[in-house]
């Protein structure tokens, strides 16, 4: 089963708009939380991330949020830019700052940015 | 970057060949990982290493082999490449709480 779900698989928005990328999760031991973004032809790359003690993270134009209570989070993107235009992905790991640090990801949701 | 670099970064092989992925890091991290990428699936965990010569299987290890005899490469091993095997695959470093990737290696079994 899985216990990280992006449950849209695309999403389209108009430049300058705001962008929110959902994720869902079902392990309630997750305790750090990590978006991806990944261009077509090259290797996934980090953006931003939270640990469970937090409930929001901003860094520029991207705001991480987490209802732990509804195990649910959101990647904020604001204002949305052509370039933003990518596969994200959600990832999610228990005692990260322990263990080996394994990542659960779901499946993503392409993201279009229209001009 | 990370300064990872994984070859080769295309191979077409036959079904029932072996092969071998490289993966090459510059930054003495000390754990490393090989995911694969499927549509439908994202990433998925084949098999991790925590330390020269320390590895440990993921969630898709079934086929596929790992060594790691020096902090800075990480190799994946398909003994007998099957049609299913054909996906991109991805290595990654840990730095700090994130994962780092390499830019990855598209495999297509014949």
């Known amino acids: 089963d899985q216990q990280v779900k992006q449950n849209s698989p695309s999403l389209s928005v108009q430049e300058g708009r705001i962008s929110i990328l959902n994720c869902d999760y079902t392990n309630s031991m997750f305790d750090y939380f990590l978006w991806y973004k990944k261009y077509p032809a090259e290797g996934p790359t980090f953006l931003i991330s939270i640990s469970s003690i937090k409930d929001k993270n901003e860094d520029g134009r991207f705001t991480v949020f987490l209802n732990k209570s509804a195990k649910h989070l959101s990647l904020h993107i604001v204002p949305s830019q052509p370039g933003d235009s990518a596969v994200y992905f959600c990832?999610?790991?228990?005692?990260?700052?322990?263990?080996?640090?394994?990542?659960?990801f779901g499946k993503g949701t392409k993201l279009s940015v229209k001009p | 970057d990370a300064g990872i670099t994984q070859s080769p970064r295309h191979k077409v092989t036959e079904t029932g060949t072996p092969v071998t992925l490289r993966c090459h890091q510059t930054?003495?991290?000390?754990?490393m990982y090989w995911y694969r990428q499927d549509p439908g699936h994202g990433l998925r965990l084949i098999h991790y290493s925590y330390g020269v010569k320390d590895t440990d299987k993921g969630e898709v290890s079934d086929g596929y082999s790992v060594s790691r005899s020096k902090t800075e490469d990480f190799l994946l091993t398909l003994e007998s490449a099957t049609s299913s095997q054909t996906s991109v695959y991805f290595c990654a470093v840990r730095a700090a709480y994130e994962q780092y990737f390499g830019p990855g290696t598209r495999l297509t079994v014949t």
């Open positions: 930054e003495n991290h000390r754990y």
């Open positions: 990832a999610a790991s228990e005692g990260y700052g322990g263990s080996q640090g394994n990542l659960i």
